[in-house]
Nanobody, 124 residues
């Protein structure tokens, strides 16, 4: 079993920044790729960012590329999402997830474990 706990969400004005954290426990965290997703009210959960087990390879959706950056500290069993130049359209619940297997990093169904989510609200 894996437990993932996100933190760092909150209310921020447009143009501001937030850093989300996701702490993992219960499994060998450093062996697995991780991802960040978000879900806005009335919308599907969508891929935001991902990174491989080492953190050297990262992936981003077009909507956040150049503004968001994900990283990990395997010694601390933690993955991060640095969000800059936030826009009202970024308002959503943000989830971290752990991927097991060979499914695409962009697909929600490729991820086996999920956190409970943290709310990010960007005001205009």
């Amino acid at each position: 079993q894996v437990q993932l706990v996100e933190s760092g969400g909150g209310l921020v004005q447009a143009g501001g920044s937030l850093r989300l954290s996701c702490a993992a426990s219960g499994r060998s965290f450093s062996d697995y790729d991780m991802g960040w997703f978000r879900q806005a009210p009335g919308k599907e959960r969508e891929f935001v960012a991902g990174l491989d087990w080492s953190g050297e390879r990262t992936y981003y959706s077009d909507s956040v590329k150049g503004r968001f950056a994900c990283s990990r500290d395997n010694a601390k069993n933690t993955v991060y999402l640095q969000m800059n130049s936030l826009e009202p359209a970024d308002t959503a619940v943000y989830y971290c997830a752990l991927r097991i297997g060979d499914g695409s990093a962009y697909w929600r169904t490729s991820y086996s474990y999920w956190g409970q989510g943290t709310q990010v609200t960007v005001s205009s």
